[in-house]
């Protein structure tokens, strides 16, 4: 699958960091946020326009957990599988959503990149767990069927 | 001013300006094991080998530590040599140890100090990966699992060459060097130089070998093949057999290619002749005419590869002349037109690029390449132990007739500056021999990344800049269009220090590739023609084999591609 990039925009970021190759995290850090993952046809013209290699872009992006090469869904959604979370009970809530989702550890994103489910860590709220968010709202004291009708909210809002 | 020692081992030796006690030792006499540091790189300081011992027991990295008057360090003692050992050893527990299938055999830094070291065995499991190839590119080949993950080829290509193609990607236990995407090699912006081939410490880059498929063209009797040898392999070649460095042992070279089996033995260096020739006459050309400017030289594979992918406006500043080789091959071409046998052209290079270039569109006809097979230096130092030749033995030999002649110009185009001297010879109006000399003195000669001259030439001033290094040529493009520096001819070479430094030849020190320049201007002295344009072959060719098709066979026009 083939993003779609305006370079318009990518100019835009470039422009907000002066073209200064030492900005190159926070330029993809701001790239994802537009694509929520970093396109891979932004690397060539990236390259060109700060005059560092794209294997060096590559360097940094894969040096971070952060950065993103797959495309994101629409919805990101995370469950925290912190040892909270996961006493109380978060791997079946994962568990559904996967396979509601048609989801697995290998594929965390849907076909039509409305959603993508990942675990995270540790989310630091850990009395309300278990706990997910999609993208940066969070959903406290959670459970499979909470979680079903979540996702068919989140459907309809489309 | 007062002298700055410091004690290593014991002795006291003089600090003279090293930027690390490493140099200090080595120059102390001490091979002190290192697998990332190299002079002309930044210093990375990951690998550990180096570690010295100070008189509290402390331990440095020596090649990232700077030196100190008064300091004491030892380079042998107990703990370090369990230290060292210890690193090999984890070296190793993740490495392939096929060492006798592997091409860097023989020639690899972790065969070598595990030998030294006396590795008997490794104390930890091996977890070494399935081999992980990348063949993509005709000029080398990379194989992940075979990465000891020391960065020397990163910075060369970045560093040195400006290019970039690989780099570290991700980290922890998962870091590898990779191109952008892991993309194959060749889909990237490599230009096939080979130094990182040539700097790996290992088997993970190495360069392409096609000997296997040239002995079978040997060995059949249907064909006729002729071969033609670079100025700089006379030079690199001898070392390995036991000879000087940087000795000339062209005589020698010709003798064991007729014992391999070729069939004709030429030097390039005649072809070289051609090439001053056809670029003075370019140049003077576009002076008349008033052509574009700086005119740029063309007979560096890496280099037209370079231009191609980053400044293809300077596309039409190349020269159309095609490189010597290239040249030779045309003229060989036509030459045997006739021959009732099938004629296979080969070259012997000091080059990796030079394997891409023989595959080029431009430079084939009907599909048929008029080069069917680039050989490197240590490729044919190969076929020679294979032929059970006794290289040190061997009588002398001199190449085939009818191109039987070379001039000192056409030799020296194997180093920096040559290219430029040979056509400084060619415009000159003064022909005698103490002008001759005088050229060698106005500042084209010497290994340096960048050099600069101006000539005189019908009363105006012709600014000259010779570059070797990628990063050097880059250097020189921006400050060109920032309008900072105007030259009239610029001679790029991608590898620094020219071609008796390319990544086909054997590896060197800088000291060797200095004794390898000086051994063509040796060559050069020795030789009694010094001008391209009084070589007989190269007259004889233009009355005749060239007539009228001096376009079709010695030029080319490298095109912008989409
Ligand atoms: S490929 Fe070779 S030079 Fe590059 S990091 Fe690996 S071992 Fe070092
Ligand atoms: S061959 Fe040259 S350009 Fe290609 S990766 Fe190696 S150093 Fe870089
Ligand atoms: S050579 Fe000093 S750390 Fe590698």
Same mark, same amino acid.
């Given at each position: 699958?083939?993003?779609?990039?305006?370079?318009?925009?990518?100019?835009? %970021?470039?422009?907000?960091?002066?073209?200064?190759?030492?900005?190159?995290?926070?330029?993809?850090?701001?790239?994802?946020?537009?694509?929520?993952?970093?396109?891979?046809?932004?690397?060539?013209?990236?390259?060109?326009?700060?005059?560092?290699?794209?294997?060096?872009?590559?360097?940094?992006?894969?040096?971070?957990?952060?950065?993103?090469?797959?495309?994101?869904?629409?919805?990101?959604?995370?469950?925290?599988?912190?040892?909270?979370?996961?006493?109380?009970?978060?791997?079946?809530?994962?568990?559904?959503?996967?396979?509601?989702?048609?989801?697995?550890?290998?594929?965390?994103?849907?076909?039509?990149? /409305?959603?993508?489910?990942?675990?995270?860590?540790?989310?630091?709220?850990?009395?309300?767990?278990?706990?997910?968010?999609?993208?940066?709202?969070?959903?406290?004291?959670?459970?499979?069927?909470?979680?079903?009708?979540?996702?068919?909210?989140?459907?309809?809002?489309? | 001013?007062?002298?700055?020692?410091?004690?290593?081992?014991?002795?006291?030796?003089?600090?003279?300006?090293?930027?690390?006690?490493?140099?200090?030792?080595?120059? =102390?006499?001490?091979?002190?094991?290192?697998?990332?540091?190299?002079?002309?790189?930044?210093?990375?300081?990951?690998?550990?080998?180096?570690?010295?011992?100070?008189?509290?027991?402390? +331990?440095?990295?020596?090649?990232?530590?700077?030196?100190?008057?008064?300091?004491?360090?030892?380079?042998?003692?107990?703990?370090?040599?369990?230290?060292?050992?210890?690193?090999?050893?984890?070296?190793?527990?993740?490495?392939?140890?096929?060492?006798?299938?592997?091409?860097?055999?023989?020639?690899?830094? @972790? &065969?070598?100090? =595990?030998?030294?070291?006396? +590795?008997?065995?490794?104390?930890?499991?091996?977890?070494?990966?399935?081999?992980?190839?990348?063949?993509?590119?005709?000029? %080398?080949?990379?194989?992940?699992?075979?990465? +000891?993950?020391?960065?020397?080829?990163?910075?060369?290509?970045?560093?040195?060459?400006?290019? $970039?193609?690989?780099?570290?990607?991700?980290? !922890?236990?998962?870091?590898?060097?990779?191109?952008?995407?892991?993309?194959?090699?060749?889909?990237?912006?490599?230009?096939?130089?080979?130094?990182?081939?040539?700097?790996?410490?290992?088997?993970?880059?190495?360069?392409?070998?096609?000997?296997?498929?040239?002995?079978?063209?040997?060995?059949?009797?249907?064909?006729?093949?002729?071969?033609?040898?670079?100025?700089?392999?006379?030079? $690199?070649?001898?070392?390995?057999?036991? @000879?000087?460095?940087?000795?000339?042992?062209?005589?020698? *070279?010709?003798?064991?290619?007729?014992?391999?089996?070729?069939?004709?033995?030429?030097?390039?260096?005649?072809? #070289?002749?051609?090439?001053?020739?056809?670029?003075? $006459?370019?140049?003077?050309?576009?002076?008349?005419?008033? $052509?574009?400017?700086?005119?740029?030289?063309?007979?560096?594979?890496?280099?037209?590869?370079?231009?191609?992918?980053?400044?293809?406006? @300077?596309?039409?500043?190349?020269?159309?002349?095609?490189?010597?080789?290239?040249?030779?091959?045309?003229?060989?071409?036509?030459?045997?037109?006739?021959?009732?046998?099938?004629?296979?052209?080969?070259?012997?290079?000091?080059?990796?690029?030079?394997?891409?270039?023989?595959?080029?569109?431009?430079?084939?006809?009907?599909?048929?390449?008029? *080069?069917?097979?680039?050989?490197?230096?240590?490729?044919?130092?190969?076929?020679?132990?294979? #032929?059970?030749?006794?290289?040190?033995?061997?009588?002398?030999?001199?190449?085939?007739?009818?191109?039987?002649?070379?001039?000192?110009?056409?030799?020296?185009? !194997?180093?920096?500056?040559?290219?430029?001297?040979?056509?400084?010879?060619?415009?000159?109006?003064?022909?005698?021999?103490?002008?001759?000399? #005088?050229?060698?003195?106005?500042?084209?000669?010497? /290994?340096?990344?960048?050099?600069?001259?101006?000539?005189?030439?019908?009363?105006? &001033?012709?600014?000259?800049?010779?570059?070797?290094?990628?990063?050097?040529?880059?250097?020189? %493009?921006?400050?060109?269009?920032?309008?900072?520096?105007?030259?009239?001819?610029?001679?790029? /070479?991608?590898?620094?220090?020219?071609?008796?430094?390319?990544?086909?030849?054997?590896?060197?020190?800088?000291?060797?590739?200095?004794?390898?320049?000086?051994?063509?201007?040796?060559?050069?002295?020795?030789?009694?023609?010094?001008?391209?344009?009084?070589?007989?072959?190269?007259?004889?060719?233009?009355?005749?084999?060239?007539?009228?098709?001096?376009?079709? @066979?010695?030029?080319?026009?490298?095109?912008?591609?989409?």
């Amino acid at each position: 699958m083939q993003e779609i990039i305006d370079f318009k925009e990518i100019d835009a %970021i470039l422009e907000r960091y002066r073209y200064e190759s030492s900005s190159i995290i926070a330029i993809l850090q701001d790239t994802q946020a537009k694509y929520r993952y970093l396109p891979k046809d932004v690397f060539p013209y990236l390259s060109e326009k700060l005059g560092i290699s794209t294997a060096k872009i590559y360097s940094v992006a894969t040096f971070y957990e952060n950065f993103s090469l797959e495309p994101k869904g629409k919805y990101i959604i995370k469950i925290c599988d912190g040892t909270a979370c996961h006493v109380r009970k978060s791997i079946p809530i994962l568990e559904r959503l996967r396979k509601s989702l048609g989801l697995s550890e290998s594929k965390e994103t849907t076909d039509d990149l /409305m959603f993508t489910v990942q675990t995270v860590s540790c989310l630091g709220a850990c009395g309300l767990a278990p706990v997910l968010t999609v993208n940066e709202k969070v959903y406290a004291a959670m459970t499979p069927d909470k979680a079903t009708e979540l996702l068919a909210k989140l459907k309809e809002e489309n | 001013m007062s002298m700055e020692f410091m004690l290593i081992d014991n002795m006291p030796v003089e600090i003279a300006g090293e930027a690390n006690i490493l140099s200090l030792i080595r120059k =102390a006499g001490i091979d002190l094991p290192t697998f990332c540091y190299y002079s002309e790189l930044s210093v990375y300081g990951a690998c550990r080998m180096c570690v010295v011992e100070d008189k509290w027991g402390e +331990i440095h990295a020596a090649c990232s530590t700077p030196p100190k008057a008064g300091m004491e360090v030892r380079t042998n003692t107990p703990r370090l040599r369990k230290y060292r050992k210890m690193i090999l050893e984890l070296l190793l527990s993740n490495h392939c140890r096929d060492c006798t299938t592997c091409e860097k055999n023989g020639k690899c830094k @972790l &065969q070598e100090l =595990a030998q030294r070291f006396g +590795i008997k065995q490794v104390r930890f499991s091996n977890t070494s990966e399935e081999s992980d190839m990348d063949t993509s590119s005709l000029c %080398i080949s990379r194989d992940k699992s075979k990465c +000891i993950l020391c960065g020397d080829c990163v910075r060369m290509c970045e560093e040195v060459q400006n290019v $970039g193609a690989i780099d570290f990607a991700f980290r !922890g236990s998962k870091m590898c060097v990779s191109t952008a995407f892991d993309e194959p090699i060749a889909n990237t912006k490599c230009v096939g130089c080979g130094q990182c081939a040539a700097i790996c410490p290992t088997g993970a880059i190495v360069v392409k070998n096609d000997t296997a498929r040239l002995w079978k063209e040997l060995s059949n009797k249907d064909t006729k093949v002729v071969v033609q040898i670079a100025p700089a392999v006379r030079v $690199g070649i001898g070392k390995e057999f036991g @000879l000087p460095e940087g000795e000339n042992v062209m005589g020698r *070279v010709v003798a064991a290619l007729r014992r391999i089996g070729f069939d004709e033995v030429f030097d390039t260096s005649t072809a #070289a002749d051609l090439t001053v020739l056809e670029e003075t $006459g370019e140049f003077l050309g576009r002076l008349q005419k008033g $052509g574009v400017f700086p005119l740029i030289t063309s007979c560096c594979p890496a280099w037209i590869r370079y231009a191609e992918l980053n400044y293809p406006e @300077l596309l039409e500043n190349i020269s159309t002349c095609r490189s010597p080789m290239q040249m030779f091959a045309s003229v060989l071409k036509e030459h045997y037109k006739h021959s009732n046998r099938k004629v296979v052209s080969v070259a012997i290079m000091p080059c990796t690029a030079k394997k891409h270039e023989a595959a080029r569109e431009e430079f084939q006809e009907n599909g048929i390449p008029y *080069v069917d097979y680039v050989i490197t230096t240590q490729e044919l130092i190969q076929m020679i132990r294979e #032929a059970g030749i006794v290289f040190s033995e061997i009588e002398p030999e001199a190449v085939d007739m009818p191109f039987g002649a070379t001039s000192g110009a056409g030799v020296i185009f !194997g180093v920096t500056g040559g290219v430029t001297e040979a056509v400084i010879r060619r415009v000159s109006d003064d022909k005698s021999v103490s002008a001759l000399r #005088a050229i060698a003195f106005t500042g084209v000669r010497g /290994m340096q990344g960048v050099k600069e001259t101006s000539i005189a030439y019908e009363g105006r &001033q012709i600014k000259v800049a010779i570059v070797s290094g990628l990063k050097n040529a880059d250097d020189l %493009i921006r400050k060109m269009k920032k309008g900072e520096a105007h030259y009239d001819f610029i001679e790029v /070479m991608a590898c620094p220090g020219g071609c008796v430094c390319g990544a086909g030849q054997p590896f060197t020190n800088a000291e060797g590739k200095k004794l390898r320049g000086a051994g063509l201007y040796d060559a050069d002295r020795m030789s009694n023609i010094k001008r391209s344009e009084e070589n007989p072959v190269i007259m004889a060719l233009y009355g005749g084999l060239l007539k009228g098709k001096t376009h079709k @066979l010695l030029h080319v026009h490298y095109h912008r591609k989409a």
